[in-house]
């Protein structure tokens, strides 16, 4: 079973960044490909992006455009989404997730645990 808590979310004006983090509490962390999702109350949940178990692979859902950045660091169980330029519409929850499968995956039904989310509220 692992464990996952996301951190760093709250409420930042359009045009402004953020940096989450989810911290992972199984010792074999490093062997699982990651992601990060987010979701709108009465939306599916979304990939944001993707990493895999060495950090040396990401994916990122195309129309996020650059503005994303998907990192990790398997000494502190952690990873990362950096998020720059802000807009209202990134506006939800955001979830890590972990999966035990190898590969990336932009679907939810395809990770195994789940954080219980952040939120994220872009407004001015």
């Known amino acids: 079973q692992v464990v996952l808590v996301e951190s760093g979310g709250g409420l930042v004006q359009p045009g402004g960044s953020l940096k989450l983090a989810c911290t992972a509490s199984d010792r074999t962390f490093f062997e699982y490909p990651m992601a990060w999702f987010r979701q709108v109350v009465g939306k599916d949940r979304e990939f944001v992006a993707g990493?895999?178990?060495?950090?040396?692979?990401?994916v990122y859902q195309t129309s996020l455009n650059g503005r994303i950045r998907i990192s990790r660091d398997n000494a502190q169980n952690m990873i990362f989404l950096q998020m720059d330029n802000l807009k209202p519409e990134d506006t939800a929850t955001y979830y890590c997730?972990?999966?035990?499968?190898?590969?990336?995956?932009?679907?939810?039904?395809?990770?195994?645990?789940w954080g219980p989310g952040t939120q994220v509220i872009v407004s001015s």
């Open positions: 990493i895999n178990g060495s950090g040396t692979s990401q």
């Open positions: 997730a972990a999966k035990t499968a190898v590969g990336i995956e932009a679907r939810s039904d395809a990770y195994d645990f």
